[in-house]
T-cell receptor
Framework: DAMVIQNPRYQVTQFGKPVTLSCSQTLNHNVMYWYQQKSSQAPKLLFHYYDKDFNNEADTPDNFQSRRPNTSFCFLDIRSPGLGDAAMYLC??????????????FGPGTRLTVL | GNSVTQMEGPVTLSEEAFLTINCTYTATGYPSLFWYVQYPGEGLQLLLKATKADDKGSNKGFEATYRKETTSFHLEKGSVQVSDSAVYFCALSDNQGGKLIFGQGTELSVKP
């Protein structure tokens, strides 16, 4: 089945220690998104790639970076995690092109714990 | 700016009860509307969608109708099951930049 895969499902890191979260997709979608979701809150968009074009949300901290080396993979790098960065990180994809640009398919998420 | 407002939870129902989760939105133009469901510890799954006024989205017994006159997209199900227990998010997209605007989520708990 075509899907969005996130690894690992659970990640523990130490305060200030860089961490990378991974997302891959077999849907061959043009667009890949990263969301942060804290407990009992809605997902918050951090940034997205449309093909190779990177689109950062205005309020995304500089501590968060992303890379998309090819269509299938996208990475979220947190350069110096703080306690406030503990959250579920969700990757999503969409086909791109109207009207389906906005129908997003989500991965299972990576739960990040910062000690 | 665009926004989505959902009824607050948690909502607790008995099995086979009727479900309504209210969702209203504010948007310019003609957004697409979605309901996503999130089971504990998992990502979001698209439950249903509607892309224009008067469209009805439906899936797994859930329905929602895009009402432009009342700017609403209420989620309904005639008979809920314990397995429907989850958090439900209403969302819109303005069809421009591909960004989803989520409501705050409504937790549903169905008791046997």
């Amino acid at each position: 089945d075509a899907m969005v895969i996130q690894n690992p499902r659970y990640q523990v890191t130490q305060f200030g220690k860089p961490v990378t979260l991974s997302c891959s997709q077999t849907l061959n979608h043009n667009v890949m998104y990263w969301y942060q979701q804290k407990s009992s809150q809605a997902p918050k968009l951090l940034f997205h790639y449309y093909d190779k074009d990177f689109n950062n949300e205005a309020d995304t901290p500089d501590n968060f970076q992303s890379r998309r080396p090819n269509t299938s993979f996208c990475f979220l790098d947190i350069r110096s995690p703080g306690l406030g960065d503990a959250a579920m990180y969700l990757c999503a994809t969409s086909r791109g092109g109207r009207p389906n640009y906005n129908e997003q398919f989500f991965g299972p998420g990576t739960r990040l714990t910062v000690l | 700016g665009n926004s989505v407002t959902q009824m607050e939870g948690p909502v607790t129902l008995s099995e086979e009860a009727f479900l309504t989760i209210n969702c209203t939105y504010t948007a310019t133009g003609y957004p697409s509307l979605f309901w996503y469901v999130q089971y504990p510890g998992e990502g979001l799954q698209l439950l249903l969608k509607a892309t224009k006024a008067d469209d009805k989205g439906s899936n797994k017994g859930f329905e929602a109708t895009y009402r432009k006159e009342t700017t609403s997209f209420h989620l309904e199900k005639g008979s809920v099951q314990v397995s429907d227990s989850a958090v439900y998010f209403c969302a819109l997209s303005d069809n421009q930049g591909g960004k989803l605007i989520f409501g705050q989520g409504t937790e549903l708990s169905v008791k046997p």
